[in-house]
C-alpha cells in the first residue's frame, strides 16, 4: 500500500525575519522558529503512526526535523534521511544548501542519513539542480515516485513551500500546495488549511 504522507514545512529562519534572502547562506532557525518546533511536537496529532522522517538537507528543515519530532527519533529509533529533491528551489544563498561534509560534520551526532546527499547538490546553476521550471517538476516528480517506494505505511516529509508556484500536476507540487503544514506567521489558502499536514498516494 502506498504511504501516507504527513508534510510539514520548515519553522521560522533567520531570513524570514530579516526579509532578507541574499545576506544569509543556508540560515538557522529563529528563537521563535525552535519554539514553533515545540508546538509542533506537543500538538501534532500523527506522532503514534510515524515511521520514517524525510528532510530537505537545507539547515533549516533540518532542526524543524530533528526538533518537532525528536520523541519519536529517540523512543523509535528513527533516523532522519536527507532528500536533495525536497530542496528550496531558488539559487539564492538562503536557498542554496551547505556542502555535504559541512552537514555531516554540523550533524555529526544527530541521527540523519546523508547518503542521497551528494556533492553537487547545492549547485544551483545547471543539470538537475538548476533553477528552472523543467529541472524543479522534474525533482518533484522524483521525490514523490522515491517516497511512493518506500515500505513505510507513514511518513514526515519536512520541506519548503516553493513548489507550489510550478505545476500541479508534478505530483509532489500538487501535495505542497494542498497539503503543507506551515509554522510560519502567513496566511494558507483555504484549501491547505482544510486538508493540513496529510495525505495519502491515489
Request: charge should be neutral; proline fraction near 7%.
Amino acid at each position: 500500500m502506498a504511504p501516507k504522507l504527513h508534510l510539514v514545512r520548515h519553522a521560522q529562519g533567520l531570513h524570514n525575519v530579516h526579509d532578507d534572502y541574499t545576506r544569509f547562506r543556508d540560515p538557522l532557525l529563529t528563537p521563535l522558529g525552535k519554539q514553533q518546533c515545540v508546538e509542533l511536537q506537543k500538538n501534532f496529532p500523527h506522532h503514534q503512526g510515524v515511521e520514517l522522517i524525510v528532510s530537505s538537507p537545507i539547515r533549516r528543515t533540518l532542526y524543524t526535523s530533528l526538533l518537532s519530532f525528536k520523541d519519536d527519533i529517540k523512543t523509535k529509533g528513527l533516523k532522519i534521511i536527507a532528500l536533495p529533491e525536497l530542496q528550496e528551489t531558488t539559487e539564492l544563498p538562503c536557498d542554496t544548501g551547505s556542502d555535504p561534509i559541512e552537514l555531516a560534520n554540523e550533524f555529526a551526532s544527530d541521527p540523519i542519513d546523508f547518503t542521497l546527499v551528494h556533492p553537487d547538490w547545492n549547485d544551483k546553476k545547471k543539470g538537475k539542480w538548476a533553477f528552472e521550471k523543467e529541472a524543479i517538476t522534474k525533482r518533484a516528480r522524483e521525490a514523490r515516485e522515491w517516497l511512493y517506494q518506500r515500505p513505510e505505511k507513514e511518513i514526515v516529509v519536512v520541506t519548503h513551500g516553493s513548489y507550489r508556484s510550478f505545476d500541479k500536476s508534478a505530483l509532489i507540487a500538487a501535495i505542497v500546495v494542498l497539503c503543507v503544514m506551515s509554522l510560519l506567521p502567513m496566511p494558507l489558502p483555504t484549501s491547505s488549511r482544510s486538508l493540513l499536514s496529510h495525505l495519502r498516494f491515489q
